[in-house]
């Protein structure tokens, strides 16, 4: 049973800073293709960064510079550094994981953490 625990996430100012980690069990973390999603009310889940098994990412462009993905393959943790945070980045994030690359970029990852609440005020 493959299982994903979030957290990091809370409340900040314009401007500041927080890091979400994503902790993965019940399968060899290697093995998968990892990704953050966010979700706003009233809105569509988005996905906001990713990371092959091999470290190449991708960004949506809104946190280009501002966000960087990462995984510690010995932690089985993948994590979302966030910085310069804007009030547009408020959001429940979710990580999602995958065998398949394209099932992650396209949000039909086979696994999902429960999520945890950014809120950015200004």
């Known amino acids: 049973q493959v299982q994903l625990v979030e957290s990091g996430g809370g409340s900040e100012q314009d401007g500041g800073s927080l890091r979400l980690s994503c902790v993965v069990s019940g399968h060899t973390y290697s093995n998968y293709y990892m990704g953050w999603f966010r979700q706003a009310p009233g809105k569509k889940r988005e996905r906001v960064a990713t990371?092959?098994?091999?470290?190449?990412?991708s960004y949506r462009d809104s946190v280009k510079g501002r966000f960087t993905i990462s995984q510690d393959n010995a932690k089985n943790t993948l994590y979302l550094q966030m910085n310069s945070l804007k009030p547009e980045d408020t959001a429940i994030y979710y990580c999602?994981?995958?065998?398949?690359?394209?099932?992650?970029?396209?949000?039909?990852?086979?696994?999902w953490g429960q999520g945890t609440q950014v809120t950015v005020s200004s």
């Open positions: 990371i092959d098994s091999d470290g190449t990412t």
């Open positions: 999602a994981a995958d065998r398949t690359k394209w099932k992650v970029w396209l949000g039909d990852a086979d696994y």
